[in-house]
Nanobody
Framework: QVQLVESGGGLVQTGGSLRLSCAAS????????MGWFHQAPGKERVFVAA???????????YYADSVKGRFTISRDNAKNTVYLQMNSLKPEDTAVYYC?????????????????WGQGTQVTVFS
């Protein structure tokens, strides 16, 4: 397992932007699939985005339909950090955002696919 610490959440108006960061411990960060999930009050934690990395193909990204075209996940393996750039934010994006990590694997759309989690960071979008 790795230790994950998120940052960058906050309060933003509809249409605004935020960038979340997730710093990971460990020496083999590049071998981990990194993901972002969010959990709104009273709702389940759901997949937002994920990114894998390989020497041959670089970063491969995956998104929930609700955020495609608005959010961008990226990673800096030299800094052991994954980012979530969130643009055109909507009130329905309001949630606690969690960073997750799993060593390799081909599945990353559900909570059970990840073994390490951060503490979460609150994102609130107001109209």
């Amino acid at each position: 397992q790795v230790q994950l610490v998120e940052s960058g959440g906050g309060l933003v108006q509809t249409g605004g932007s935020l960038r979340l960061s997730c710093a990971a411990s460990g020496r083999t960060f590049s071998s981990y699939v990194m993901g972002w999930f969010h959990q709104a009050p009273g709702k389940e934690r759901v997949f937002v985005a994920a990114i894998r990395w390989s020497r041959s193909s670089g970063g491969s990204t995956y998104y929930a339909d609700s955020v495609k075209g608005r959010f961008t996940i990226s990673r800096d393996n030299a800094k052991n950090t994954v980012y979530l750039q969130m643009n055109s934010l909507k009130p329905e994006d309001t949630a606690v955002y969690y960073c997750a990590a799993e060593h390799s694997g081909d599945n990353f759309y559900t909570i059970s696919d990840f073994g390490s989690w951060g503490q979460g960071t609150q994102v609130t979008v107001f109209s």
